[in-house]
């Protein structure tokens, strides 16, 4: 994977992630869950990327990028207490 293909799946992952941070503070979860959430995707994203860059020399063939489609907005539901 060159360099500006790594550059772009990372904005593109932080950009998966920092919607994630959005749709948790729509939602109205406590702000720890939302955080605890947000700390294991940051670490699946590292964790990714630690992938894509020690597997890039090992492929043989160009990695074609993931299209991730946004699911429609489902109404907030209150949360029990």
């Not at 772009?8 to 729509?26: K, Q, Y």
């Not at 597997?55 to 209150?78: G, W």
């Amino acid at each position: 994977m060159s360099p500006e293909a790594l550059q772009d799946r990372s904005e593109r992952l932080a950009a998966l992630v920092d919607g994630l941070g959005a749709a948790l503070r729509g939602t109205g979860i406590s702000e720890d869950a939302a955080m605890r959430l947000l700390e294991n995707a940051s670490a699946a994203v590292l964790d990714a990327l630690t992938l894509d860059f020690m597997l890039a020399d090992s492929r043989s063939v160009p990695a074609t990028p993931v299209v991730v489609e946004q699911p429609a907005a489902a109404p907030a539901l209150p949360l029990a207490a």
